[in-house]
């Protein structure tokens, strides 16, 4: 049986916001580049080299790629034998208090930008709590985390 503590849980999902918020994935890197080297158009060339210039400089600057930080989307699969040690937070709570760590982190604070109300007031909740989160009870001993960050334009374009 593992256990998980609860800081455990906050902590990572902090971290991996942050980790998500200035490094591309690999594989995109090299797509990047492979693009970068057939591409024959000089405009395209420049604009493809511009992205893995800015891509290079939040890497090693650890700054955001893009200004707009994202809908904290976090995909958690519980396995049925896990059990928490200590925790005084619900699950939602733990990833929320993970959120809040890394909008909030004072060496690379992140935009925030979720509602409280966007059907009514309007107002911003200053540390891009609540996030949307899928669960999935699965068997075993185990708890995975995916998280993303969707910009405005990539969460308008995952609905028909």
């Not at 994935?25 to 395209?44: C, G, K, N, T, W």
């Not at 600057?61 to 937070?89: E, K, L």
């Not at 619900?90 to 982190?105: H, P």
Request: hydrophobic fraction near 40%.
């Amino acid at each position: 049986m593992t256990v998980i503590k609860q800081d455990d849980l906050i902590q990572s999902v902090a971290d991996a916001l942050q980790f998500i918020s200035y490094y591309h994935p690999v594989d995109f890197i090299q797509a990047m580049h492979e693009a970068y080297l057939r591409e024959e158009s000089p405009a395209a060339r420049d604009s493809i080299a511009q992205i893995l210039i800015n891509s290079r400089m939040c890497a090693t600057g650890h700054r955001p790629i893009c200004q707009d930080t994202g809908i904290v989307t976090v995909f958690i699969r519980v396995g049925m034998d896990v059990r928490w040690d200590g925790a005084t937070m619900s699950v939602d709570d733990m990833i929320n208090e993970g959120v809040r760590r890394a909008y909030n982190l004072p060496e690379n604070v992140l935009r925030a930008s979720i509602l409280a109300d966007p059907a009514g007031a309007r107002k911003n909740t200053k540390d891009n709590t609540p996030a949307v989160i899928h669960y999935s009870i699965v068997p075993g001993d185990k708890v995975e985390v995916d998280v993303a960050a969707k910009g405005g334009g990539s969460e308008n374009k995952s609905k028909m």
